[in-house]
């Protein structure tokens, strides 16, 4: 459970840059920035970019070099990291608390003073493309990327987060600067911490270096994919084994159905062992390694998705155990003990989760960047705990319906 003496304390600087902190016994300090800047920001000739801004930014400042930036929080026993998605671009440090604001210095030097110098930024556009090349070699991984594509076919959703080589080459350190300026605001901006400091210094620190950040409007909004009928797909990708995903659009973060179809889809196949899906495909009939089924809600949108890879003769089989398990769900709504341990196993596996100091920071950026808040997972399972089996079976019969499953397949 979550220590009592926890406290979660919110405040936004007159730039607009949030901030959300949580105060905790723990020596360790999990700080940085979470833009609201990602894939779907891009214009569709410089795809990757967002990603390539986060690789190279690391490269130099106005005020440091390369390796300087990495000795400034590795020399002192910490590390810092970076992370794009569709939607944010985030950079972290974890250091020993009494270096708090020594990271929040160096990341806000990073992300509003890069240099991008050529000869540095050349060097990591190679690393790109080989992170490109590495990742076509896991089908497991890129069949994600090419679901999101078909589910999110003609919206920016679908451009992949690495890019392509065509594009990738056309990335100029002006293009990089344009849209750092255009996309990162600090409206769209959110400085997260969890440290054993008091608020009071971790705003006094946000004031000091990022307090002087000019406040700018983005001249652009963006737009919600809209509704589109299934898709099916099949490439060609010469794997032993046959990767199969299926799905659909799903709801939005802060949709009010959103909590009931994160309880459901723990239920269909979520990380436990006895997961529908995982009990119906591995386990009794031994058809499959991996198996999982995925909700990713997005600021506007959101989708679903179960994913498996099996032998070529056992996809009809597998396609059709999973096609079961979901009209399973939309016929038969738990009865109350199947809904009680299914709200028992979650609640554990959400306490257990909380553990994770470095997840349990980023995903309160994120709820703070969307949402405004960043409840506990005690408030957030609250609202879970509160709904019945009628409330899942809507849910299911929604969003599981057979006609709207898109599919796609790698043979």
Avoid at 41 to 48: I, K, P, S, V
Avoid at 107 to 127: R, S
Wanted: charged share 20%; aromatic share 8%.
């Amino acid at each position: 459970m979550q220590n009592k003496n926890e406290t979660t304390s919110y405040h936004t600087l007159p730039n607009g840059l949030r901030i959300v902190h949580r105060q905790t016994a723990s020596p360790v300090a999990w700080v940085g920035l979470m833009a609201g800047a990602g894939t779907r920001d891009e214009l569709a000739e410089e795809n990757g970019l967002a990603h390539y801004i986060e690789h190279c930014v690391f490269k130099g400042t106005e005020h440091r070099s390369a390796r300087q930036i990495i000795n400034r929080i590795e020399g002192i026993g910490g590390e810092i990291n970076a992370y794009t998605t569709k939607e944010e671009t985030t950079f972290y440090a974890a250091v020993p608390a009494a270096y708090t604001g020594r990271a929040i210095e160096l990341i806000a030097d990073m992300v509003y003073h890069p240099l991008f110098e050529k000869e540095e930024t050349d060097k990591e556009l190679q690393v790109i493309l080989d992170e490109i090349e590495s990742y076509n070699d896991s089908p497991s991984e890129l069949i994600y990327d090419d679901f999101e594509g078909l589910v999110f076919s003609g919206h920016p959703l679908q451009m992949p987060i690495l890019g392509t080589r065509r594009t990738l080459r056309r990335i100029t350190a002006g293009r990089a600067h344009r849209f750092m300026q255009t996309c990162y605001n600090p409206e769209h901006t959110v400085l997260f911490s969890q440290s054993p400091l008091p608020m009071s210094r971790i705003r006094a620190y946000a004031e000091r270096w990022l307090g002087t950040i000019p406040y700018n409007a983005r001249a652009y909004s963006r737009t919600a994919p809209s509704a589109e009928p299934a898709r099916r797909a099949e490439y060609r990708r010469h794997t032993h084994q046959t990767h199969v995903m299926l799905g659909g659009r799903a709801y939005p973060i802060g949709h009010p159905k959103q909590p009931a179809f994160y309880l459901l889809n723990n239920i269909l196949g979520g990380g436990s062992l006895n997961s529908r899906l995982n009990l119906s495909l591995r386990e009794q009939r031994g058809l499959v390694y991996t198996i999982e089924s995925t909700y990713t809600p997005m600021s506007d949108t959101g989708y679903w998705s179960v994913y498996f890879a099996c032998e070529p003769q056992h996809e009809e089989q597998c396609t059709a155990l999973v096609m079961r398990e979901l009209q399973r769900l939309r016929r038969e709504p738990l009865s109350r003990s199947a809904m009680q341990q299914a709200l028992r196993q979650l609640q554990g596996q959400m306490a257990i989760a909380a553990e994770n100091r470095e997840n349990n920071a980023l995903g309160m950026a994120k709820l703070m960047l969307y949402g405004n808040e960043a409840p506990t997972w005690q408030q957030t399972f609250s609202e879970i705990e509160r709904l019945t089996p009628t409330d899942l079976a809507d849910c299911a019969n929604e969003l599981l319906a057979e006609e709207g499953i898109s599919g796609l397949w790698y043979r």
